[in-house]
């Protein structure tokens, strides 16, 4: 006989029925049958044999381990030390209410000359249901124990073995043991904690993320966590929920695609016009006398504060009437007037190109003493002046009555919306 088939005696087997702590109750006088045991691998199996008159009883599966068979007839026959053969008369399985039919009571009778060493070795042998018959990690009296199935190694079909959850913190009756709309299978698969509903700690149930990770509070690092992005109805997955460029936690509406971004002209209005009079004669005797004079006006206007939404303008006039002929009177004279304006553009845009310039000039020569209106020089309104009303020579002397009237030009620019918008 193989190590793995062998006889035991009967102190042997009353010595392992009082290991397993089996409860078998054991009386009565009634015709048996024979037991054919087997022992496997710790696990002992037992076959009845039918005796002569004798009714099979009706085992339930658990007497049969998975994967495995009962032994053959006549193979691993035990006998105890006494000789009589264990006779038994009745088997009768009871459901147990709180187990609803999964695990079973066992009753036994037993012929009338059974020794004790016969009864002890048939309780024995009957009571292998309290190894581990399922493989799960847990012997039969722990299953009963905690409510396990003995013949189901995943009683509440989680995808983890009843032995290993406990040890885990599990509940081995319970498939979702944190209630997090995983079962503790999918969570250890996933990595998530089975006893934590919230493994990042982001205000969504391990369950609830199915498109989010579970294992990082902000699964598309746009500043707001999971739940938050939940909260908002923005996307967990997507930075930038409405496609403007902007992450949804720097986005006053992040729900909402701004319209595309606007270019417009700015248009800003000058003084309407100023009046200028060279005050410097640098030469001759400031009568122009009817000889011209050749006058030569600026106007400039130049940044000296410039950002994307701002620009500051100094105002620059000079102006030179120098008579053509005689003895060349001249008056001239230039003039500044700082942070003479100041653009802002509107809220939310930017400066993104010029329209006007910045500079105008007139050359001519006035040959009367009556006010002239001239056009800048290579006018085509985009410059800051409009038009220039000219007097160069008067009569008597000039000095002091030489002048010219600068009528202005709005400033256009282009500039762009930067702000809601796309």
Request: net charge negative.
């Given at each position: 006989?193989?190590?793995?088939k062998?006889?035991?005696?009967?102190?042997q087997?009353?010595?392992?029925a009082?290991?397993?702590?089996?409860?078998?109750?054991l009386?009565?006088?009634?015709?048996?049958?024979?037991?054919?045991?087997?022992?496997?691998?710790?696990?002992?199996?037992c076959a009845?044999?039918?005796?002569?008159?004798a009714?099979?009883?009706?085992?339930p599966?658990?007497t049969?381990?998975?994967g495995?068979?009962?032994?053959?007839?006549?193979?691993?026959?035990m006998?105890?030390t006494?000789?009589?053969?264990?006779?038994?008369?009745?088997t009768e399985?009871?459901?147990?209410?709180?187990?609803?039919?999964?695990?079973?009571?066992?009753?036994?009778?037993?012929?009338?000359?059974?020794?004790?060493?016969?009864?002890?070795?048939?309780?024995?042998?009957?009571?292998a249901?309290?190894?581990?018959?399922?493989?799960?990690g847990?012997?039969?009296?722990?299953?009963?124990?905690?409510?396990?199935?003995?013949?189901?190694?995943?009683?509440?079909?989680?995808?983890?073995?009843?032995g290993?959850?406990?040890?885990?913190?599990?509940?081995p009756?319970?498939?979702d043991?944190?209630g997090?709309?995983?079962?503790d299978?999918?969570?250890?698969?996933k990595?998530?904690s089975?006893?934590?509903?919230?493994?990042d700690?982001d205000?969504?149930?391990?369950g609830?993320e199915t498109?989010?990770?579970?294992?990082?509070?902000?699964?598309?690092?746009?500043?707001?966590?999971?739940?938050?992005?939940?909260s908002?109805?923005?996307?967990?997955t997507?930075?930038?929920?409405?496609?403007?460029?902007l992450?949804?936690?720097?986005?006053?509406?992040?729900?909402?695609?701004?319209p595309?971004?606007?270019?417009?002209?700015?248009?800003?209005?000058l003084?309407?016009?100023?009046?200028?009079?060279p005050?410097n004669?640098?030469?001759?005797?400031?009568?122009?006398?009817?000889?011209?004079?050749?006058v030569?006006?600026?106007?400039?206007?130049?940044?000296?504060?410039?950002?994307?939404t701002?620009?500051?303008f100094?105002?620059?006039?000079?102006?030179?009437?120098?008579?053509?002929?005689?003895?060349?009177?001249?008056?001239?004279?230039?003039?500044?007037?700082?942070?003479?304006?100041?653009?802002?553009?509107?809220?939310?845009?930017?400066?993104?190109?010029y329209?006007?310039?910045y500079?105008?000039?007139?050359?001519?020569?006035?040959?009367?003493n009556d006010?002239?209106?001239?056009?800048?020089?290579?006018?085509?309104?985009l410059g800051?002046?409009?038009k220039?009303?000219?007097v160069?020579?008067?009569?008597?002397?000039?000095?002091?009555?030489?002048?010219?009237?600068?009528?202005?030009?709005p400033?256009?620019?282009?500039?762009k919306q930067?702000?809601?918008?796309?």
């Amino acid at each position: 006989m193989s190590e793995d088939k062998k006889g035991i005696s009967a102190a042997q087997w009353a010595a392992f029925a009082s290991i397993m702590g089996a409860v078998l109750v054991l009386c009565g006088t009634l015709a048996g049958l024979a037991l054919n045991c087997n022992k496997e691998t710790g696990n002992i199996w037992c076959a009845p044999t039918q005796a002569p008159g004798a009714v099979l009883p009706q085992f339930p599966e658990q007497t049969q381990p998975p994967g495995q068979t009962a032994p053959p007839a006549g193979g691993g026959e035990m006998s105890d030390t006494s000789g009589t053969q264990a006779a038994i008369a009745q088997t009768e399985f009871a459901n147990q209410a709180n187990l609803a039919g999964t695990q079973v009571a066992l009753t036994l009778t037993f012929a009338a000359g059974a020794n004790e060493a016969t009864q002890a070795a048939v309780a024995a042998t009957l009571t292998a249901e309290a190894s581990d018959i399922d493989g799960d990690g847990l012997t039969y009296s722990q299953e009963l124990n905690i409510g396990t199935r003995p013949s189901n190694p995943d009683s509440d079909g989680d995808g983890v073995f009843d032995g290993q959850e406990q040890p885990n913190g599990l509940n081995p009756t319970n498939p979702d043991s944190d209630g997090d709309g995983l079962n503790d299978g999918q969570e250890f698969s996933k990595g998530t904690s089975p006893t934590n509903s919230d493994s990042d700690g982001d205000g969504l149930l391990d369950g609830q993320e199915t498109n989010s990770n579970p294992l990082d509070p902000d699964s598309d690092d746009d500043g707001w966590n999971d739940g938050r992005e939940a909260s908002a109805g923005t996307s967990p997955t997507n930075p930038d929920t409405d496609g403007d460029g902007l992450l949804d936690n720097a986005d006053d509406n992040p729900l909402v695609s701004p319209p595309a971004c606007q270019h417009k002209t700015f248009t800003y209005s000058l003084a309407s016009s100023m009046e200028f009079k060279p005050q410097n004669n640098t030469k001759g005797d400031k009568d122009f006398s009817g000889n011209g004079p050749s006058v030569v006006i600026s106007v400039n206007l130049r940044p000296v504060i410039f950002s994307k939404t701002k620009f500051v303008f100094n105002l620059e006039v000079s102006m030179s009437a120098i008579e053509t002929i005689s003895d060349f009177t001249t008056i001239s004279d230039s003039w500044v007037q700082e942070n003479a304006f100041i653009v802002q553009f509107d809220s939310g845009y930017e400066f993104e190109d010029y329209i006007s310039r910045y500079t105008d000039e007139l050359h001519y020569t006035d040959y009367n003493n009556d006010p002239d209106t001239k056009l800048p020089d290579n006018s085509n309104g985009l410059g800051p002046v409009n038009k220039f009303i000219v007097v160069g020579d008067t009569d008597g002397n000039d000095l002091g009555k030489t002048k010219v009237t600068i009528y202005f030009n709005p400033l256009k620019f282009k500039i762009k919306q930067v702000s809601n918008c796309k």
